[in-house]
T-cell receptor, first 114, second 114 residues
């Protein structure tokens, strides 16, 4: 069964601190992995996308890593800001259909306190 | 920010009413999607479309229906709303061929059925 598991479920950090979010998946055959940021009451917005051959991708203060052998990914946020408070969703796409089906994790709810 | 729009953003209605959630995109994308998301849970695909006059049911069974008469428009209709339909509904579109299909999400419609 294709699944995406994220941890922790929620996280509270102080402004300026770093944090790392985890994602484990069992989706096969693997196509790509994305991290999305979803603000409360809004739709998800893509942060990074990685294919099988990529093991790291940065977008400003966000750095994602991918280990395709262990089927694990992480999202590292550096020098957190209040605006980073959101749900971060790991999404894995398979190559098994022309639709490119997406499998969503439940997200990690990050809260940044001043 | 992606050019995909949803209306209304919030809707509170009584049981038994017929409702239509609107979704429009101005990117000329062929593929469009409807997802349902409950608080703290993953997104579930309920409908998708490859193009005009093409509609398919997604992974999660839904009593809603969709239509795709124009490329840019993908409305979702509930003939008789029930409290179990209370949820957030997210529309998305994708224009890329192949497996690295970036999906762009609208802001969502928060539906409450009393």
């Amino acid at each position: 069964k294709n699944q995406v598991e994220q941890s922790p479920q929620s996280l509270i950090i102080l402004e300026g601190k770093n944090c790392t979010l985890q994602c484990n998946y069992t989706v096969s055959p693997f196509s790509n992995l994305r991290w999305y940021k979803q603000d409360t009451g809004r739709g998800p917005v893509s942060l990074t996308i990685m294919t099988f051959s990529e093991n790291t991708k940065s977008n400003g203060r966000y750095t994602a890593t991918l280990d395709a052998d262990t089927k694990q990914s992480s999202l590292h946020i550096t020098a957190s800001q209040l605006s980073d408070s959101a749900s971060y969703i790991c999404v894995v796409s398979d190559r098994g259909s022309t639709l490119g089906r997406l499998y969503f994790g439940r997200g990690t709810q990050l809260t940044v306190w001043p | 920010e992606a050019d995909i729009y949803q209306t209304p953003r919030y809707l509170v209605i009584g049981t038994g009413k017929k409702i239509t959630l609107e979704c429009s995109q101005t990117m000329g994308h062929d593929k469009m999607y409807w997802y349902q998301q409950d608080p703290g849970m993953e997104l579930h695909l309920i409908h998708y479309s490859y193009g005009v006059n093409s509609t398919e049911k997604g992974d999660l069974s839904s009593e809603s229906t969709v239509s795709r008469i124009r490329t840019e428009h993908f409305p979702l209709t509930l003939e008789s709303a029930r409290p179990s339909h209370t949820s957030q509904y997210l529309c998305a579109s994708s224009g890329e061929k192949g497996f690295n299909n970036e999906q762009y999400f609208g802001p969502g419609t928060r539906l409450t059925v009393t």
